[in-house]
């Protein structure tokens, strides 16, 4: 009888750790695809939007494979169906990449995501990964080093944007009682 019961606990974890996953990755989708801005930031023009804030959100709340699975699938399934495709397997890697890197840092030596200043700090290293992650990607697909450089301070926007608007809806989360 014990046996069955730890079975069916472990199936409603699963069935739990599945059913957050896919929301966080529509959570990040959705925020990435209709809460957004075009603005004349660059060259390039510039999607400001709030896929990051529910990014740092998965990562900061959930930890790092959470954040990396709600990152990497809901920003790479925006690119898909908003007629980016060449960027979809880059987004999925940068994002998948940067939420796992601000979980880890959020949630290290125990501190689960309750350390404000080590959040801004995992959002700041994940921001410049994501900095760093574009441009290479711009660099593969534009085919030179230089015109990437006009999309940085609209990734800047973002990241800061992100954190602006995530942070105390992360401290507010944090302090209810399912966590």
């Keep these: 009888m014990e046996n069955n019961f730890v079975g069916a ?22 925020a990435t695809k209709f809460i957004n801005l075009r603005l004349p930031i660059s060259m390039n023009g510039g999607l400001i939007h709030l896929g990051n804030t529910m990014l740092f959100m998965a990562a900061i709340v959930f930890g790092k494979k959470k954040g ?3 990152g990497s699938v809901g920003m790479a399934l925006f690119d898909m169906v908003s007629g980016w495709m060449a960027w979809a397997p880059f987004t999925f890697v940068v994002r998948g990449i940067m939420g796992y890197v601000i979980g880890s840092i959020s ?12 959040n801004m700090a995992a959002i700041l290293i994940g921001g410049i990964w ?6 290479v990607t711009e660099v593969i697909l534009y085919g030179n080093w230089v015109s990437p450089v006009t999309s940085i301070p609209g990734n800047v926007v973002q990241i800061i944007a992100g954190a602006v608007l995530g942070l105390p809806v992360i401290t507010a989360i944090k302090k209810t009682k399912l966590f």
């Design 9 to 30: 606990k472990k199936a409603s974890s699963k069935t739990k750790d599945v059913t957050i996953s896919g929301l966080l990755i529509a959570l990040v989708f959705i």
């Design 68 to 70: 990396a699975l709600a």
């Design 107 to 118: 949630h290290s030596s125990g501190r689960n995501g309750n350390n404000l200043l080590w």
């Design 130 to 135: 994501m900095l760093f992650g574009y441009y």
